[in-house]
T-cell receptor, first 109, second 121 residues
Framework: AQRVTQPEKLLSVFKGAPVELKCNYS??????LFWYVQYSRQRLQLLLR??SRESIKGFTADLNKGETSFHLKKPFAQEEDSAMYYC???????????FGKGTKLSVKP | NAGVTQTPKFRVLKTGQSMTLLCAQD?????MYWYRQDPGMGLRLIHY???????AKGEVPDGYNVSRLKKQNFLLGLESAAPSQTSVYFC????????????????????FGPGTRLTVL
C-alpha cells in the first residue's frame, strides 16, 4: 500500500534548538519525496524535494531507502519556521501526490 | 502573474444543493489537481487532469465531478452536497511530470491556490 506517515501532530521546540520532523513512507516503486510547508495565512508551497538534494531555509532532508524515511532537519530552529509541514510521496507518472497528515512545528522564543 | 486562484473563498450550502468551485492558473501548466483537506487527515486527491479535455479520479472522487474545458481552468462540481463534504478544498497545478526541460527546480512542483472553505449544513 502507498502511504506517508508523519507520526507527530505537533512538535514544539525552542529557538536555536535542532528540529527533526519525521516522515516514513510505504511504496513499492522508486520513491520521489517532497516536503511542503504552509505558513500561517499563506498557501501551501514546496519547501524541498529529495531529487534536488538542496537546502532551503536551512532545512535538509535525506532519503533513506533502507529505513523508508525522509526526515526533515534543521540544526537551529527560528521562530519564522513555525508552520504546518507536510511530507508527500509522488505516485505514478502523472505527478499525483500522497500527503502525510502533517506536523505542526511551533518554535518558541 | 496571479498564479493559482480559487473562487469562491467561502461558501455555505444546504444539504442537497449544488455548486461549482473554479480554479484558474496563468502559468500554462498542463496538470491540475483538486484536493480536500480535513482536520487530522492531510490533503487527499479528489480528481486531477493531465491536460485540456482530460480528467481522472483520485483517492476520494465520490460525490464530485470535474471538467477541464480550457487549459487554464479546472472546475470541481458538487451535484448534491452532503455534510461529509464540509472541508477546505485546494486546487493545484504543475508542469507535466517532466517539468521544464533542463530546469530541475520545475520538476513536479505543485503550485497551490489559497483554498475554498465549504460548509454543508
Amino acid at each position: 500500500a502507498q502511504r506517508v506517515t508523519q507520526p507527530e501532530k505537533l512538535l514544539s521546540v525552542f529557538k536555536g534548538a535542532p528540529v527533526e520532523l519525521k516522515c516514513n513512507y510505504s511504496y513499492s516503486g522508486s520513491p520521489e519525496l517532497f516536503w511542503y510547508v504552509q505558513y500561517s495565512r499563506q498557501r501551501l508551497q514546496l519547501l524541498l524535494r529529495h531529487i534536488s538534494r538542496e537546502s532551503i531555509k536551512g532545512f535538509t532532508a535525506d532519503l533513506n531507502k533502507g529505513e523508508t524515511s525522509f526526515h526533515l532537519k534543521k540544526p537551529f530552529a527560528q521562530e519564522e519556521d513555525s508552520a504546518m509541514y507536510y511530507c508527500a510521496l509522488m505516485v505514478g507518472s502523472q505527478g499525483n501526490l500522497i500527503f502525510g497528515k502533517g506536523t505542526k512545528l511551533s518554535v518558541k522564543p | 502573474n496571479a498564479g493559482v486562484t480559487q473562487t469562491p473563498k467561502f461558501r455555505v450550502l444546504k444539504t442537497g444543493q449544488s455548486m461549482t468551485l473554479l480554479c484558474a492558473q496563468d502559468m500554462n501548466h498542463e496538470y491540475m489537481y483538486w484536493y480536500r483537506q480535513d482536520p487530522g487527515m492531510g490533503l487527499r486527491l479528489i480528481h486531477y487532469s493531465v491536460g485540456e479535455g482530460t480528467t481522472a479520479k483520485g483517492e476520494v472522487p465520490d460525490g464530485y465531478n470535474v471538467s477541464r474545458l480550457k487549459k487554464q481552468n479546472f472546475l470541481l462540481g458538487l451535484e448534491s452536497a452532503a455534510p461529509s463534504q464540509t472541508s477546505v478544498y485546494f486546487c493545484a497545478s504543475s508542469y507535466s511530470s517532466s517539468g521544464l526541460a533542463g530546469v530541475i527546480s520545475s520538476y513536479n512542483e505543485q503550485f497551490f491556490g489559497p483554498g475554498t472553505r465549504l460548509t454543508v449544513l
